[in-house]
């Protein structure tokens, strides 16, 4: 798969995924060929460790954002690995063990790759070099008008509807008889009237 700057790029922290369509993990570095062509790259498995299991770029493809690698999960989980985030070009015996595991045939006159694939530099007098560099995502949040907010306020009536208790005097009339002590008082039998304030 021959991909451009632009596309190796985008390659860190893509989804992998087996020929069954199986997520195996992302994508962690890549390395390119003397050339700069991609060749390799390292899958961050989720496998508790600090290694990333290393899957050929030959015949992979890209499909809705995601690599997709003409591997199972296993045979890409059990490939040799390299340390999470090495700079290290892979040498000659890595290589080797690559071709093999993934039983490719190994390009007789190749040299050993170099180190992640980024930007280019000019070779210095005491040998090839090339500049690391990786992505990292800024997350943040910015403030802007978005409109006006008017505090409006108005009455609103309601119907309440709700029982009171009315109290009221009433007057009874309740007779006792005389004690025998009190025979001897007597009264006169006739009309009388006596006044009594009632409240309501």
């Known amino acids: ?30 390395w390119a060929d003397p050339a700069g062509e991609a060749t390799w790259v390292s899958v961050k498995t989720g496998v508790m460790g600090h290694h ?27 490939a040799p690995s390299v340390e999470t985030g090495t700079d290290e070009p892979l040498d000659a015996q890595q290589l080797t063990q690559l071709y093999a ?27 090839p070099e090339i500049t690391r560099s990786e992505e990292r995502l800024l997350v943040g949040t910015e403030s ?4 006006a907010a008017r ?12 029982t009171v208790p009315v109290e009221h005097d009433e007057v009874r009339v309740e007779r ?10 007597r009264a006169e039998i006739g009309d009388e009237q006596q006044e009594m304030l009632l409240r309501a």
């Open 1 to 30: 798969m021959r991909l451009n700057e632009q596309q190796i790029r985008s390659l860190y922290g893509q989804d992998v995924q087996d020929r069954s369509g199986a997520k195996i993990g992302s994508v962690g570095q890549v």
């Open 52 to 78: 990333e299991s290393m899957a050929p770029l030959q015949s992979a493809r890209m499909q809705q954002g995601k690599l997709s690698l003409p591997y199972d999960k296993a045979t890409v989980r059990g």
């Open 101 to 127: 595991h993934y039983q490719l045939q190994q390009p007789g006159a190749q040299a050993p790759q170099q180190g992640p694939a980024q930007q280019r530099t000019t070779r210095r007098p005491e040998g």
């Open 144 to 147: 802007e008008p978005a409109g």
């Open 151 to 162: 505090l409006r306020k108005h009455v609103v009536t309601e119907d309440v509807h709700t």
């Open 176 to 185: 006792e008889p005389i004690a025998p002590g009190d025979r001897r008082a």
